[in-house]
């Protein structure tokens, strides 16, 4: 045998590793295909549009009411916060205001979907990163108490359809704010645990540390929001920034990181809990009186005309664009989603990394691809 | 899928006295086997995946009744738990999983999207009308959008149910 | 003539018993894994198949062996059926020369060899070859990802754990398990500030050693979807189970033989001394398991070669001197 | 070298804290409801079925058109009686298409379309989930179910 | 920074430009978009935060929302199309996340951005033909 032949025989050659769209990490059916080069990896391609549910198809069938569930169902983490998104657009292109009082449940039942979506979001990252199952089940335990909340409020536990367009479909019943104290209490304690579990864990911060870095530039050129791109450094939170319902009354802080690497997204996160937290007890605290609910049949006709609005999401900033021309359904829907910018930045962020650090980068950007592929 | 095809020289051992009586009892031990260890795939599609999640975890806990075993690779499940909408791009992937389980396999369509294409039916381009319109049987059908986790419970129970009813086939 | 007969059946029945012993012994393991897990948790785990679940074991293991068996085409068949078995025999081996301690004046070894600590290490690291040739025999790219982790993972650890059992091993002054126990009689080894770093050491490695979390990269679930056997089905899979668990329990039993004194302790008879240390060894490492994250692969090379082969090397010098003083 | 020992020593003491955290969490009493013994009281506005008191229905068929899904089909004939009051034709409701987003619960200015607690249903095949509104003993097979 | 101040800047560049008078939306004619995007560079507008498309059935516009994290402000901008001609310069060299943005419009209108790195479709199956958003 000739040289050039044993070369070929025991030659290394890069290799393609498809994962997905059913792989325990890929946050539902997103499809990434990795260019290996041993452990390491070389490129990245994502691939999306396995959930693609045709979601501004359907927006162009159906009244501005009837809309309404199926935001429910683009991040089906924070149904809630989907829904505030989608009605703060509609009051806007129609010029509704609306009573005190449904503002004040709107930021409650928001900040409070917050919390439930980050504590998804946090504790599937740890499970990506191989703690099995614990630190995920303490977050889901954590995050029955709000769900069942909901479930007392508008009678479902994933998918709420609460929000309505001028106010919400029905008041809190009696002894919620009780409730809600009772799980604000209950929370705070139940952050330092997961803390003491991940915060100062030597196998979860060299894991997390330097991995991943988003610089701020970028960020902002890629369209990045939301916790992410706070972690980068960029002190922007639309509830401070553009403030809408009345988030201008509350006293809260903005969590900023650093590096923009995973630890700081994670933290961001962490630390916006609690915020959060602040947030809600404000807002129960001062719960005006009224009466927030509108009646349901109502039949909407905007002038003919656009509007766009953004929302600050727990994943980012959710933006309904929509373009009515004067009758009861839209014309044209657009929803930008703020994972579909989130994801786009991921092939950038993994290449040179090893695989499980692929992982790690993708569990820290929280992505649900609902959202993303709509 | 019968279990009794999987034990060797059944036809015999009937022949013998009190044969059948050993082969009906070995077969309700497999049978009982079977459906106390439903392992699911990790399969989550859309909204349903996390009411699925929430069914493994604390508050329901799933694995009370041996089917908490989530496991990643088709090559070890034996229920598909089908949660979510199904799409176009999906379908392929969906039958090749689905193929890839080996057999006594079950499916359970988890949601109205998977049952037959509920809030997505209509007006749509992209949405496959249930799993059954991809050419997978379906075993048990669980109505909800999403089902809350004490249905999915009470779908695997009845799907317990079923595969203890299975009818012994003869060779 | 009658000698060697006596002697074929003896060897049966203690096969028979031992094997027996592994079964049941990774079926309670994988019940109990749940339970504890569940309990972690704060849930209950298997209730419904039998008393608190106690037969869900036994419906896993049924089911898995009624399992279609699926080979897929494409694969190196050689590797590929002999995977399994790789990976369950040696550890089966092993018991050999485990001491639980004796019962009625009969010593439950079935072997005191005199090179016992040896052979056990040797077999040990066969264990890598079945992993290894499940990953290449499935010709799939998790699986061969999984298969040349665990390769470089086991190698690498296999150093400290070798240097730790050797501390003990110069404190008791023979390689026969029997001997070490006895020597053991006074004071546990633990008790002695540098076995305890042997302990740890033993622990971790070993930890490494049966590929459980925070080592548990050949199989790494969110990132390899299954490793090393992702592609296997039905009782294959089954072995591959049996083998972790059985695994599991022989780090254990060394581990509780070599440091914590084995069979020996007072008023309880000697077995159930054995099966107390070993199992509570072996909810120690669930306890790991179901609380820490994993490490990278080159984090897990680098603690292996910077932290723990160098800290145990110290060590073993460090016993030397106390043993020539 | 003083370093490299503080630090391991350090991460031997942050994971004990770890570990520390699930300890604690094996000595709490488990949170699970252990579904078919134990059941959760649904709560005063939980969405599960549809149904109708017949009496209440004026027939007017706003639930129909606020559906977003078109799981409700009404129809509607002229009463034979002297008043010509409106009669049901037929109304049924098709379970594989409804979102429980209970808009038509909502919508109804009679309160004759609301929705159950029904909340454990699996079936065997689709044809037990259309379901005739107007059938009295539609959900008697799911109201309580059998099991153990 | 209001649309006005931005659209007198543009004008300056591209004569065609004209505000619209209900949303205050400046409308650069499709060669323009360019010029456009590297004016709003210079301007200090980082993040192209959103672009799609609306099918008018006489002509189609493509929408692009800007935002300038400094400046704190946002403005609109569009750009007709005809249907027979759907072809637009891309601004991926600008901002990167006009990249799947742009590939998304492809995907759902059938709109070609011309030297964008990799326009394929993004949501549907490669293999499609139709542009299902799109009203004719």
Known sequence: MDDTSLKEDIGTEEFWVNMGPQHPSTHGVLRLELKLSGETVVDGIVHIGYLHRSMEKIAENRTYTQFIPFTDRLDYLASMNNNLAYVLAVEKLMGIEVSDRAKYIRVIMAELGRIASHLFGITTFVQDLGAFATPLFYGMREREKIVELFDDVCGQRLTYNYMRVGGVSRDLPNGADGKIKGIIKYLRPKFDDLEALFNSNPIFTARTRGVGVLTASKAVNYGVTGPNLRASGVKWDLRKDEPYLCYDKFTFDIPVGNNGDAWDRYKVRMDEMRQSLRIAEQAVLGLPEGDPTVKAGRIFRPEPGETYMRSENPRGELGFYIVSDGSPIPFRMKIRSPSFSNIAVLPDLIRGLKIADAVCVLGSLDVVMGEIDR | ?171 | MIIPVLTLIIMLIVGAVVLGFIAVSAMFLIWWERKVSAHIQTRYGPMRVGWHGALQSVADVIKLLLKENITPSGVDRLSWWLAPFFAVVPVVMVFVCIPFGNIFGIELIARDLNIGILYIMALTSICVLGIFMAGWGSNNKYSLLGGMRSAAQIVSYEIPLVLAMVTAVMFAGSLSMQKIVEAQKGLWFVFQPNMAIAFAIFIIAGTAEVNRTPFDIPEAESELVAGFHTEYSGMKFAMFFLGEYTNMFVISALAATLFLGGWSGPFLPPVIWFLIKTYGLVTFMMWIRWTLPRVRVDQLMGFAWKVLTPVSFANLIVAGWILMK | MIKYFTCIISGIWNLAKGLFVTLKNVFVKPVTLQYPTQKLEMTQRYRGLVDLYPEKCIKCGQCVKICPTACLDLSVKAGEGADKKKEFGHFKYNMELCCFCGLCEQVCPTQAIYMNKIYEIAVYEHGKLHIDLLDKDKYDEWANPDVK | MSNGEAFGLIKLKIPDTSLEEKTRAIVVPREGILEAARCLTGQGFDSLHNLTAVDNKDNVTLVYHFYSMKKRAGIVLKTQLLPDDLTVESVERFWRSADWLEREVYDLFGVKFLNHPNLKRILNPEEWTIHPLRKT
Not at chain 2, 14 to 42: H, I, R
Not at chain 2, 107 to 135: P, Q
Not at chain 2, 149 to 162: A, D, R, S, T, Y
Request: net charge positive; hydrophobic share 40%.
């Open chain 2, 1 to 171: 899928m019968a279990v009794i095809e999987r034990i060797p020289a059944s036809g015999l051992i009937e022949k013998f006295p009190g044969g059948n009586l050993a082969l009906t009892t070995s077969e309700s031990v497999l049978k009982w086997s079977k459906a106390s260890s439903l392992w699911p795939l990790t399969f989550g599609l859309a909204c349903c995946a996390i009411e699925m999640i929430g069914t493994g975890a604390s508050r329901f806990d799933i694995d009370r009744f041996g089917a908490g075993v989530f496991r990643a690779s088709p090559r070890q499940c034996d229920v598909m738990i089908v949660a979510g909408t199904i799409c176009v791009k999906m379908g392929d992937c969906m039958k090749r999983l689905y193929a890839q389980m080996p057999e006594p396999k079950y499916v359970i369509a988890m949601g109205n999207c998977a049952v037959s294409g509920g809030i997505f039916c209509r007006d749509t381009y992209s949405v496959v009308k249930g799993t059954e319109a991809l050419g997978i049987p379906v075993d048990v059908l669980i109505p909800g959008c999403p089902p809350r986790p004490e249905n999915l419970l009470f779908g695997i129970m009845k799907l317990q149910e079923k595969i203890r009813k299975e009818k012994r086939v003869k060779r």
